[in-house]
């Protein structure tokens, strides 16, 4: 612990430093207020002893611009030694930024034990703001994780649902298009059936995996809508860019090559897709929601119509 010691008078500096370094502490030494501000934003130390009446600058100006220096959080303990002992005085020392004010001539043990209360205090301090950190932490980690889905760790339905709004309120003010996509994978009950939960589980996730690379543009979003449906929204994309897109995804899951004896489309695993594209405002009683089910429509129709295949 470093503790500067800001006092003009030679012989009670001397006699300071020589009680702090007794008490463990490494002092550093300045004679004057501003060769003291100088040594605080060198020193950086954890404890300031503070005379008052200095030539030049004095004690009290030294305290407010000490506090000025510190950034948010920061806190360095200040103690006035003084000759001044008026009630006035302390209250002045306190109302600057120190915190604690002791009369000269001072004992080496209310030194010793005013140091140690500042010490103390510091520590709390220090533990508060780990702790602090640590919350902080665990906030940013849970935010995170109330927006990413547990098994496939690609967005989940609530992320998409805000995703959504958004870009439906940006494309409304840009007068671009926005366009949906609703993906299902087929027979995924006979899927489990055929092959176990746990394959289930894993086929979900390399399907997540692979829609997830077949997006490029950082505004895309494919979230896992639920079970084994996804969802994507693309802005600023209109209905020909987004069957592609729902192409190269169908595409992509049928490249996996995973098997899937008992589908009736195919025997591997295969995707449907649904497709809606608006301008927002274009219609009036237009919504996210009713984007939402003319893409759940469009994957209706892809599913009576055979599966592995993409409706717009
Ligand atoms: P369709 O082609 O018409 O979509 O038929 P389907 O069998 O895929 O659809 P259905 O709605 O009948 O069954 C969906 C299945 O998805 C049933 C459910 O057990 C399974 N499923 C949903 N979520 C999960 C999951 O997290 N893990 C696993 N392994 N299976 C899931
Ligand atoms: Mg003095
Ligand atoms: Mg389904
Ligand atoms: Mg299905
Ligand atoms: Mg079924």
Known sequence: MKALVIEDTVTSATLICHLLDKMGLVPVRASDGLSGIEMFKQERPDLVLLDIIMPGMDGFEVARRIRQLEKDGEWTPIIFLSARASDEDLAEGINVGGDDYLVKPVSEVVLK???????????????????????????????RLSSVDGLTGIPNRRCFDETLAREWRRSLRNRQSLSLLVADVDHFKEFNDTYGHQAGDDCLKAVAKSLAACLHRATDLVARYGGEEFAVVLPDTDEVGARAVAELMRDAVAQLAMAHSASSSADHVTLSLGVACCVPGDEPGASPASLLSEADKALYEAKRGGRNRVVV
Do not use: F, G, P
Request: hydrophobic share 45%; net charge positive.
């Open 113 to 143: 034990a005013k140091v140690r209360a500042m010490q103390r205090i510091a520590q709390m301090r220090y533990s508060l703001l780990v702790l602090t950190r640590k919350l902080d932490e665990a906030n940013r980690e849970l935010t």
